[in-house]
Nanobody, 123 residues
């Protein structure tokens, strides 16, 4: 499974961005999907995850109420809608897939990683 993230960019604090992660693999709908981020000098951290059918979603506390994860299995794409962005959201964002959405918060449960997309939030 090859994953390609896109949609990053430079945005002012309070603004919005939508990240997309697309795969060419036919088995995308079988996987839970998620987003991680890594800020300069920090470890990669879990952001959000969604079950294979979209019924269950999970968020790290710092993005709850601001970010929304969704997926379109017909398009083999998972999205991360980010609103009310803060400078501390600045990071490279990575998409990933694994077996179970709840377990995706741990990197050891990731089956495949995509290349990252940079999000920069200016104050």
């Amino acid at each position: 499974v090859q994953l390609q993230a896109s949609g990053g960019g430079l945005v002012q604090a309070g603004g919005s961005l939508r990240l997309s992660c697309t795969t060419s693999g036919r088995t995308f709908s079988r996987y839970a999907s998620g987003w991680f981020r890594q800020a300069p000098g920090k470890e990669r951290e879990f952001v959000s995850a969604i079950s294979w059918n979209g019924d269950n979603t999970y968020y790290t506390d710092s993005v709850k109420g601001r970010f929304t994860i969704s997926r379109d299995n017909a398009k083999n794409t998972v999205y991360l809608q980010m609103s009310s962005l803060k400078p501390e959201d600045t990071a490279v964002y990575y998409c990933a897939v694994g077996q179970f959405a709840f377990e995706l918060r741990r990197t050891e449960n990731i089956d495949y990683w995509g290349k990252g997309t940079l999000v920069t939030v200016s104050s």
